[in-house]
C-alpha cells in the first residue's frame, strides 16, 4: 500500500516553529512564496507608513516571513544573502526595497504576544534598546506608563540617533487581543490602538 511517509521525509530545519527574536536572521532556508511577495510589494509602496496584519493559518510561515523582513532591514552580511536571492526572483520587489530603504536606517523592535499585558511585553521589548535612552527613563520611572507619551518619547530619541525610522514586529498577536478582552481594566486594546496610529502617521 502506497503511503507519502515512506516516499516523503521533511528536513529537521523546516521542522520547527520559528522566533523572531531567538532565532538566527538568516535568508539560507527561507523560501519566497508568493505571499511573501504580497506582503513585500505593500510594505515597499514609496513613504508607506502603516499597521501591516499579516493573517493566516497556524505553521503556513507568518513569523518566519516577519524574520525574514526583520532581516531585509538590518542590512548586514545576511541582509546581503537575502538580497541576493530577492533579485534573483523578482527584479522588480528588489528594485522597490532598495528604494524603500535608501537612507534609511530602522529601529527593529520585535514583541511576541502572550497571555499578559501588552503593556509588560512592550516595555521589555524597548528596554533591549539602550539607544532609546529618554523612552527607557520614562518607563522605568514610571510604572503605570502612557503609552502615546512612551512614544513622544520613542520620537525624541529617533531624532537624535542615526536611525530614521522604527518598524515594530509583533508576533503572536492574538494573545494580547485575548488578555486585553479578558482583562478591560488594563486597557490594553487601547494601547494597541494607540501604537496603531502612531504607525500611521
Same mark, same amino acid.
Do not use: P, W
Given at each position: 500500500?502506497?503511503?507519502?511517509?515512506? $516516499? *516523503?521525509?521533511?528536513?529537521? @530545519?523546516?521542522?520547527?516553529?520559528?522566533? =523572531?527574536?531567538? +532565532?538566527?536572521?538568516?535568508?539560507?532556508?527561507?523560501?519566497?512564496?508568493?505571499?511573501?511577495?504580497?506582503?513585500?510589494?505593500?510594505? &515597499?509602496? %514609496?513613504?508607506?507608513?502603516?499597521? #501591516?496584519?499579516?493573517?493566516?493559518?497556524?505553521?503556513?510561515?507568518?513569523?518566519?516571513?516577519?524574520?525574514? =523582513?526583520?532581516?531585509?532591514?538590518?542590512?548586514?552580511?545576511?541582509?546581503? !544573502?537575502?538580497?541576493?536571492?530577492?533579485?534573483? =526572483? +523578482?527584479?522588480? %520587489?528588489? +528594485?522597490?526595497?532598495?528604494?524603500?530603504?535608501? !537612507?534609511?536606517?530602522? =529601529?527593529?523592535? $520585535?514583541?511576541?504576544?502572550?497571555?499578559?499585558? &501588552?503593556?509588560?511585553? &512592550?516595555?521589555?521589548?524597548?528596554?533591549?534598546?539602550?539607544?532609546?535612552? @529618554?523612552? #527607557?527613563?520614562?518607563?522605568?520611572?514610571?510604572?503605570?506608563?502612557?503609552?502615546?507619551?512612551?512614544?513622544?518619547?520613542?520620537?525624541?530619541?529617533?531624532?537624535?540617533? $542615526?536611525?530614521?525610522? *522604527? #518598524?515594530?514586529? *509583533?508576533?503572536?498577536?492574538? $494573545?494580547?487581543?485575548?488578555?486585553?478582552?479578558?482583562?478591560?481594566?488594563?486597557? +490594553?486594546?487601547?494601547? %494597541?490602538?494607540?501604537?496603531?496610529?502612531? *504607525?500611521?502617521?
Amino acid at each position: 500500500m502506497f503511503t507519502y511517509k515512506n $516516499k *516523503i521525509t521533511l528536513k529537521n @530545519r523546516f521542522n520547527k516553529s520559528t522566533n =523572531i527574536i531567538y +532565532d538566527k536572521e538568516d535568508c539560507k532556508d527561507y523560501i519566497i512564496t508568493q505571499s511573501t511577495k504580497d506582503t513585500l510589494y505593500t510594505l &515597499f509602496k %514609496l513613504n508607506y507608513h502603516n499597521s #501591516i496584519a499579516v493573517i493566516g493559518a497556524f505553521g503556513c510561515g507568518k513569523s518566519s516571513l516577519l524574520l525574514y =523582513i526583520n532581516t531585509l532591514l538590518e542590512k548586514n552580511e545576511h541582509s546581503q !544573502d537575502c538580497l541576493t536571492q530577492l533579485r534573483d =526572483i +523578482d527584479k522588480e %520587489l528588489f +528594485d522597490m526595497y532598495k528604494e524603500f530603504t535608501k !537612507d534609511r536606517e530602522f =529601529i527593529r523592535i $520585535k514583541i511576541i504576544g502572550e497571555h499578559i499585558s &501588552f503593556k509588560s511585553q &512592550f516595555k521589555h521589548s524597548i528596554y533591549e534598546h539602550k539607544y532609546l535612552k @529618554r523612552t #527607557i527613563k520614562y518607563l522605568k520611572e514610571n510604572e503605570q506608563y502612557v503609552m502615546s507619551k512612551a512614544l513622544s518619547y520613542m520620537d525624541k530619541d529617533l531624532e537624535k540617533s $542615526k536611525y530614521s525610522d *522604527i #518598524i515594530f514586529s *509583533i508576533d503572536e498577536f492574538g $494573545k494580547f487581543i485575548e488578555f486585553g478582552l479578558d482583562n478591560i481594566h488594563t486597557n +490594553d486594546i487601547f494601547d %494597541l490602538q494607540t501604537l496603531a496610529e502612531y *504607525i500611521n502617521k
